[in-house]
């Protein structure tokens, strides 16, 4: 699978776990909640998804579960406190919260994709960039 092939399955599966996410985050602010804790424990169900779509469908990783899962926690960590500042960043700047997380989203696919490409799951069979 080339990478331009493996980046659209990413998008794909990306776009299942976003759409989950916002729906969580939605009804979640609807019933009261903050955004950006909203945000926060939204951003657990696209987790949990993306993980298990990713790890075989986009991936096809071979490497062990326990080591991808870790691996996999600590880059959505990263990204879920790059999401919460510039979440709270733009809100602050008098964004909609929609509007930030839509903005917040579109840098995180970047960086994701290519830590978990690099990182996560390179015991898969990942061919080099430049493939």
Known sequence: MTNRHRF??????????????????YALV?????????????A?????????VSRRWVFDASAK???????????????????AWALASLLALGFHYLDA????TGVLVLINFN?????TFSGARVPPLDK
């Open 8 to 25: 659209y399955r990413y998008l794909a599966s990306g776009g299942v776990s976003t759409a989950a996410h916002y729906l969580t985050l």
């Open 30 to 42: 609807q019933m009261g909640t903050e955004p950006v804790l909203g945000s926060t424990i939204a």
């Open 44 to 52: 657990l169900v696209g987790l949990v998804l993306n993980y298990s």
């Open 65 to 83: 579960i326990p080591e991808t899962l870790a691996r996999f926690a600590l880059v959505w960590m990263l990204a879920l406190l790059i999401n």
């Open 101 to 104: 997380q839509v903005t917040a």
């Open 115 to 119: 830590l978990h490409r690099r990182w």
